[in-house]
């Protein structure tokens, strides 16, 4: 994961109303989204493991010869 620590950003417990949020302003939901956000961004930045990806090509590979009809 990255170096940054999530858990040390504070949450700003506030209503939308009161920060003078635009209506795509969640309060403090908004905090919670970027988090969520922050963390797929890093799990999706990881390298995919060897063997998911020869799982991959042997299901294309599985794939690919079931597609083809048979001539007899």
Partial sequence: MADRKIEDEPLQMTH???AGATSHDLGPNSAIGRRLKAYYDDVASEPVPDRFLSLLDALDAA???????ERG
């Fill in 16 to 18: 939308p109303e009161q």
């Fill in 63 to 69: 794939e690919s010869g079931a597609q083809k009809p």
